[in-house]
């Protein structure tokens, strides 16, 4: 009967071990070719739910956006409109990649918002109101809702939202905070849009006003409403979002005494300081999936490290990396899906930038099975206890 209960206990105690270690996530590097070989850098932006990345690769004299699936990068060209740069920033499961090109413009060149389909290549190029300054798209949802901005005047910015499909001149340009003056300065970001259409960003109302977080929710068809986000300090200077999820999780950063912090916004109001590491001296929270694990960048005095957060920690990815790998350091996460794929870019071994993407994997088994040998051996020794108490002193015979 003793040893049963503790062939129960053993076993019982090896399960725990081992649902404890794989609650404990390591992550494989996958390297994103670079176009062409001959030109390493490149970045990843976004990855979608199919594991489909979009972003930023070097090719002679310029930089095109890709799209990378299943090993091989597909490159996706320019606008066709005497510019050579694209820049992938969103893709969403049908794999539709929205973000910048550019086009000639006189004698120079011009940003234009751009969207790409598979099968069709590029199928809207951007420019609202005619203006001619610029436009860049950033994210894309499942419902082919795009969300960008455009310069209306000099460096200022007005979001603006457009859905896959429609004419170019039928985009939404979304509303200004109250008390903006378009004329003297007002500036808008709209950075990403959840699957409800909900929209992430950051405004100003004038030139010299605070620059703070803000939300655009649908009122209606073809209506928004702008309001702020909550400053986590009466001090705040500063405050932008860069992600959304589909419960209406927000994340970004803000800045505090010069020093810029992750932030988490919840959809009750309530906001989370994300903290820095120790040796930090700032980060950035870039996107959150639905199951509420964040990717960024800290910041220190070494150079930049890629983190992810869940579970109220902030861990830097580098310290979580099994196996070879081509990198020297992961220095930035942009993207993560909701199979905990994140994608971003870093510090190439050899030299250059290149983009990577992270698959998460069950816990080394070296460290399962050091964690049994661990348990096995104080089995051992309860055994060798109860039995010396059965049997009483040990005596000679």
């Known amino acids: 009967m003793i040893i049963k209960r503790l062939v129960l206990s ?45 972003g930023l690769a070097n090719v002679p004299d310029n930089s095109e956006a890709f799209l990378y699936e299943n090993g091989t990068v597909t490159r ?20 539709v990649v929205v973000g910048t090109g550019s086009i000639a413009s006189g004698t120079g060149f011009s940003d234009r918002a751009f969207v790409w389909q598979p099968g069709l290549g590029y199928t809207a190029v951007l420019d609202p109101g ?34 896959v499909g429609d004419s170019p001149s039928e985009l939404i340009l979304l509303p200004f905070l109250p008390e903006s003056d378009p004329a003297n300065g007002a500036r808008q970001f709209a950075n990403a849009i959840n699957d409800s259409g909900v929209i992430a960003g950051a405004a100003r109302t004038v030139v010299g006003a605070l620059t703070q977080a803000v939300r655009w929710t649908p009122n209606g068809p073809g209506t928004y409403v ?10 705040t ?13 927000i994340v970004g950063s803000y800045t505090d005494g010069g020093v810029e912090s992750a ?33 960024g960048d800290i910041i220190s005095a ?16 580098n310290s979580l990396i099994v196996g070879p790998n081509d990198f020297l350091r992961l220095t930035n996460a942009r993207s993560i899906n909701d199979r905990g794929q994140i994608v971003g870019f870093g510090q190439l071994r050899q030299g250059g930038i290149r983009g990577f993407v992270l698959t998460a994997i069950p816990e080394p088994p070296a ?18 206890a109860r039995v010396c108490q059965r049997r009483g002193p040990f005596k000679r015979r």
Do not use: K
Not at 237 to 249: A, D, E, R, V, W
Not at 307 to 316: E, H, L
């Open 302 to 317: 070494s150079g930049n490290s890629a983190f992810v957060y869940r579970n109220g920690q902030m861990t830097d990815l």
């Open 10 to 54: 053993l076993s019982l105690a090896v399960g725990l071990s081992v649902a404890c270690q794989a609650g404990s996530i390591r992550y494989r590097v996958e390297t994103i070719p670079p176009l062409p070989a001959t030109n390493p850098r490149s970045q990843a932006n976004a990855i979608n739910e199919l594991g489909q990345v979009t």
């Open 130 to 163: 005619n203006v001619g300054l610029g436009s860049n798209a950033n994210a894309v949802n499942n419902l082919g809702l795009v969300v960008g901005v455009y310069r209306y005047r000099g460096f200022d910015r007005q979001g603006f939202v457009y859905r």
């Open 367 to 384: 460290i399962a099975l050091g964690t049994i040998a661990c348990v096995s051996a104080t089995f051992v020794r309860l055994l060798h």
């Open 237 to 249: 200077t500063f405050s932008n979002s860069f992600g959304i999820n589909n419960l209406g999780q």
């Open 226 to 235: 702008i309001e702020t986000l909550t400053q986590p300090t009466t001090t």
């Open 76 to 95: 996706l060209g320019n606008l066709g409109l005497g510019g050579g740069f694209t820049n992938g920033s969103g893709i969403n499961n049908a794999g």
């Open 263 to 295: 932030l988490l916004w919840n959809p009750d109001g309530s906001v989370q300081v994300l903290g820095l590491p120790s040796g930090a001296s700032g980060s950035v929270a870039r996107d959150i999936n639905n199951r509420g694990v964040i990717v």
